[in-house]
């Protein structure tokens, strides 16, 4: 049926992506998934801070006591987030 040595690409998970043009475009989708998931880290980390925390809820007396404690250990976010609040 095929001539000898030749076979037909295997549809890489039913999407009909077949050789070495759908191995390098799922290895991009890959790709991009796990940036999107780094990328993410360190908003989830804003999310923990105490700082930030009173800040969006209204209690900036908390808020300024957190961020000037950041700021004074040389802290970028909280000598940012000090002048923000200025």
Same mark, same amino acid.
């Given at each position: 049926?095929?001539?000898?040595?030749?076979?037909?690409?295997?549809?890489?998970?039913? =999407?009909?992506?077949?050789?070495?043009?759908?191995?390098?475009?799922?290895?991009?989708? %890959?790709?991009?998934?796990?940036?999107?998931? %780094?990328?993410?880290?360190?908003?989830?980390?804003?999310? *923990?801070?105490?700082? =930030?925390?009173?800040?969006?809820?209204?209690?900036?007396?908390?808020?300024?006591?957190?961020?000037?404690?950041?700021? *004074?250990?040389?802290?970028?976010?909280?000598?940012?987030?000090?002048?923000?609040?200025?």
């Amino acid at each position: 049926m095929y001539a000898t040595g030749y076979r037909p690409l295997p549809r890489l998970a039913g =999407i009909g992506i077949a050789g070495r043009r759908g191995q390098v475009i799922i290895q991009r989708i %890959v790709q991009v998934l796990l940036l999107l998931a %780094v990328s993410a880290l360190p908003v989830a980390a804003l999310a *923990e801070d105490p700082g =930030i925390t009173a800040y969006s809820k209204g209690d900036y007396d908390k808020a300024y006591a957190k961020f000037k404690a950041a700021a *004074e250990r040389g802290d970028m976010r909280g000598q940012y987030n000090l002048g923000v609040l200025y």
